[in-house]
Each structure stands twice: as C-alpha cells, then as structure tokens.
C-alpha cells in the first residue's frame, strides 16, 4: 500500500520487466504516463506495462492511498529513474 502524502510525488520511472496494478482507495492525484497527465481518484484501476514511464504527483491538500499489485520482483533491480 502506497500512501503519498500531499504535495508528494513518486519519481518519474519505468520497470524494464515489471508490469504493475493500481488501485486507488482514497483522494485524488495525477497519473503521469508516457508525458501525459490523466487525473486519478478512489476507485480507478490503472494498468502500467512493464517500460511504460510513469509517475503519481498529489498536488492536493489531502493524501492519496493506492494498492500497488506487481510482476517480476524485487521492484529494487527493476527500477530505473527518468532524469
């Protein structure tokens, strides 16, 4: 479970072999995938494919809570930063 406090956000990055699920509990935020920005809320479900670049950004005054399912871990050796 991810909580991501507000103004928080988790690096833009991309798996080379993971794929992930997530779904949104609570709150709100922006799910930036591929340079696009999609607005997410509680109840969305969203499908990253594995070297898929991606991001959540809360730019709100509230946290976010999202389950995050995966393949392939550790997440450790999979994870590559987009500078």
Known sequence: ???LPPGKSVPYHYHKNRESLLLVLNGEAVELYEDKEHAIQAGDVIFIP???K???INRTDK???FLEFFT???M???FVKVE
């Open 72 to 74: 392939h871990p550790p």
């Open 76 to 78: 450790g050796s999979d």
């Open 54 to 56: 991606h991001a959540v």
């Open 50 to 52: 594995a070297g898929a």
């Open 63 to 65: 946290e976010i809570r």
């Open 1 to 3: 479970m991810v909580i």
